[in-house]
Nanobody, 114 residues
Framework: QVRLVESGGRVVQAGGSLRLFCVASGSVDNINGMGWYRQAPGKDRELVARTIHADTNYADSAKGRFTISRDNANNTVYLQMNNLRPEDTAVYYC?????????WGQGTQVTVSS
């Protein structure tokens, strides 16, 4: 089992920056990839960014503005978000892949005001 706890979400003005944190606990040695998804009100959950080993992937909306990074020593994955836009407002979820399953955190709310 893997437990994920996100933090860092808050209200920020458009154009501002925010860094999200996700700490994994439990059987962390079996984690392969980690990532971030988000879900805005009335919309489907969507991939923001993910990292597995040395590879990273970003949604088109995140390219050039967001950076995902992982600190294996501290079992933490980060999402640095710059130049935030009101359309980035959503609940952001951390994910981890282990034993062929996907684990989810409880989410952290990011609100970007215009």
């Amino acid at each position: 089992q893997v437990r994920l706890v996100e933090s860092g979400g808050r209200v920020v003005q458009a154009g501002g920056s925010l860094r999200l944190f996700c700490v994994a606990s439990g059987s962390v040695d079996n984690i392969n990839g980690m990532g971030w998804y988000r879900q805005a009100p009335g919309k489907d959950r969507e991939l923001v960014a993910r990292t597995i080993h040395a590879d990273t992937n970003y949604a088109d909306s995140a390219k050039g503005r967001f950076t995902i990074s992982r600190d294996n020593a501290n079992n933490t994955v980060y999402l640095q978000m710059n130049n935030l836009r009101p359309e980035d407002t959503a609940v952001y979820y951390c994910t981890a892949n282990a034993w062929g399953a996907i684990y989810w955190g409880q989410g952290t709310q990011v609100t970007v005001s215009s």
